[in-house]
């Protein structure tokens, strides 16, 4: 009986640090995604940076899972506040996103997360299917740090290539 009481116990204590471990939300349901791209273009120019948008929602496990994976290492976290301004632009149910996205060329083709990058006026350069960045049941880091580096500002810069 008291291991019984100790067990029930120990699950009420655990229980919330599980549920709220799988209600992170990373994205903004109420955000206007065109007012934000809007002003990362804006800063994206100011910065010489690219806008890296990561469309996907709170609902898919995969788009967690990548901003985590970039947010705890700190070279990924480190290039990308360097090189990207960054845009989490949520789809689901309730917000579709269908101008946003036929204007971006369908990106949603690839599944979530993807990725687009936009140059610094906000012409869309690139849009990366999230699965060729993935190692086993999680991310790798090295292919991640290639794609961010081959679409970073300093990558398309011809100045780059001078000899």
């Not at 599980?18 to 007012?35: F, H, R």
């Not at 369908?106 to 990366?128: A, C, M, N, S, Y």
Request: glycine share 2%.
């Amino acid at each position: 009986m008291k291991y019984t009481q100790i067990i029930i116990i120990c699950l009420v204590m655990i229980l919330p640090v599980l549920l709220s471990a799988q209600e992170q939300k990373i994205y903004d349901t109420t955000a206007d995604a065109q007012k934000d791209i809007a002003k990362a273009v804006e800063a994206a120019q100011k910065a010489n940076k690219h806008v890296f948008l990561q469309i996907g929602g709170n609902w898919c496990p995969w788009c967690i899972k990548f901003h985590n994976f970039v947010h705890d290492d700190e070279e990924l976290s480190s290039f990308m506040k360097n090189n990207f301004e960054v845009v989490k632009v949520n789809y689901d149910q309730n917000n579709r996103q269908e101008e946003l996205l036929a204007e971006l060329e369908f990106p949603q083709r690839f599944g979530f997360p993807v990725f687009v990058i936009l140059d610094e006026t906000g012409k869309r350069i690139h849009t990366q299917n999230s699965a060729f960045l993935e190692k086993d049941k999680s991310y790798d880091k090295d292919k991640i740090l290639r794609f961010l580096k081959n679409w970073s500002p300093a990558a398309l810069d011809p100045a780059s290539y001078k000899k």
